[in-house]
């Protein structure tokens, strides 16, 4: 594998409105810029406000447009289960799954419209064809001080996968996050970075 083929990397990160994937998307963005690596992303949200599904899509070192066509992403970040379920059709076959294993319970579940499937069956089906990664990064967050940084938990998880250096990522979130919770946040980043590797 080439220098330039090891670079190229299609990552989509999914999640719920308000959950962070903007953010999450922001600080990857930022520290392979920094690491001179082309990047290309686009983001497609609804209703993201009013917990809609949110979607990033970014291309690290792709000469192509910055939408991954189905099947060809490398990873797929979700911040939350049912999200991964959602755009499986753009991971391609044996990619890797990163999974927040908390759900958010939609407003069609809670009014009795439908029911939420169970978080292990999720995990199963998604199981079957793809390489996954799951656990609950809530938790990691409200362990390092937070909640809210549930998306730099899952950055830290997703870290390991791509090419750019874990310090230049590290510094990408100082300069994203709030002054006063970057503590807690690189906390959070190590955090999940350390449950992939352990896994």
Do not use: W
């Not at 993201?48 to 990033?56: D, E, F, M, T």
């Not at 230049?168 to 959070?188: F, W």
């Amino acid at each position: 594998m080439s220098q330039a083929e090891q670079k190229k990397l299609d990552l989509l990160i999914t999640g719920v409105g308000g959950q962070g994937a903007i953010l999450a998307s922001d600080i990857i963005g930022k520290a392979a810029v920094t690491t001179g690596i082309p990047i290309r992303a686009a983001e497609t949200h609804g209703m993201a406000q009013r917990g809609g599904s949110v979607v990033n899509h970014i291309r690290i070192g792709n000469d192509y447009g910055s939408m991954i066509p189905k099947k060809g992403a490398d990873l797929l970040l979700a911040l939350e289960p049912m999200e991964a379920v959602r755009y499986l059709d753009f991971l391609k076959d044996g990619g890797v799954v990163i999974v927040n294993t908390q759900p958010i319970i939609p407003v069609t579940v809670t009014s009795g419209l439908t029911k939420y499937p169970e978080v292990p069956d999720i995990l199963e089906f998604l199981s079957e064809k793809y390489i996954v990664k799951a656990f609950n990064a809530d938790e990691l967050a409200y362990e390092a001080g937070s909640r809210l940084a549930m998306n730099v938990v899952m950055v830290g998880a997703v870290s390991g996968y791509l090419p750019i250096p874990k310090e230049i990522m590290l510094e990408s979130v100082k300069a994203l996050v709030p002054q006063k919770t970057i503590e807690v946040n690189l906390r959070a980043f190590e955090a999940g970075r350390q449950k992939v590797e352990e896994s």
